[in-house]
């Protein structure tokens, strides 16, 4: 694919002269058309990308590495609105003008069920059935949705001066929860909270709200999800 210069030979037949050879060149500016998937984020303000520009969100980012690496078009469509909890984003799929499949889904939510002390019992209802909305709407193909796990807001200078020790323990139940979810239908998991937690020993991992993440530590989510999209959009 790309810029591909090639010789079209056309034979045909002349009267007098018998048959002959005409070969065209491809314009250098040619390009095949390139094969266009579509893309869901599904989120919270760690999907719409708050405080970062919006091409330097995740979904994005994540948008031209895969366009960069297998010469294609992605269309990104973002559902996603800072502050929201999982029965917001359940109320907005509801209402959202949504195509009726995806070629492949993400989903990140919970960090604002925590950060505002929503009773975990609810995350256990609803998160299932987010993630049952993305399966469908990646046409029921469970390979082609991708869960990630929710950041750590106790490593950021927002974070640092509450109890990092009580927040970390919470994020690590609803992830673990999710994950747990997530593989029961056969979802892939993918954990950037590691990442996350780097953020008092790398600033650069922080946006300057001194919460959410950079756009640096966004391309390293990206590193880990391109990885796993990629060989779906193949099949």
Not at 108 to 115: D, E, K, P, S, T
Not at 151 to 167: A, L, M, S, V, Y
Request: proline content about 5%; overall charge negative; charged content about 25%.
């Amino acid at each position: 694919m790309g810029k591909l210069l090639f010789t079209i030979l056309i034979f045909f037949s002349c009267s007098k002269s018998g048959d002959q050879m005409v070969s065209f060149e491809k314009p250098d500016n040619f390009e095949v058309e390139r094969p266009t998937y579509s893309y869901l984020a599904l989120g919270d303000s760690y999907t719409v990308g708050e405080s970062v520009t919006s091409k330097s969100s995740f979904p994005k980012q994540l948008e031209k590495s895969l366009e960069a690496s297998l010469r294609i078009k992605v269309q990104t469509q973002i559902l996603a609105k800072t502050g929201w909890r999982t029965d917001n984003l359940l109320d907005a799929i509801e209402t959202a003008d949504l195509k009726t499949s995806y070629d492949f889904v993400t989903l990140l939510i919970g960090v604002n069920n925590q950060y505002q002390d929503i009773p975990f019992a609810r995350y256990e209802k609803e998160f299932p059935e987010l993630l049952s909305h993305a399966i469908k709407l990646a046409n029921g193909n469970s390979a082609k949705v991708i869960v990630v796990s929710i950041p750590d807001w106790g490593f950021t200078p927002f974070g640092k001066n509450r109890d990092r020790q009580k927040i970390s323990a919470e994020i690590d139940l609803y992830n673990s929860f999710a994950k747990k979810v997530a593989e029961d239908s056969q979802v892939h998991f993918i954990n950037i909270t590691d990442i996350s937690r780097e953020g008092l020993e790398r600033p650069e991992l922080v946006a300057n709200d001194g919460l959410h993440p950079s756009k640096e530590a966004y391309k390293l989510f990206v590193e880990r999800i391109g990885p796993i999209i990629s060989p779906r959009l193949k099949d």
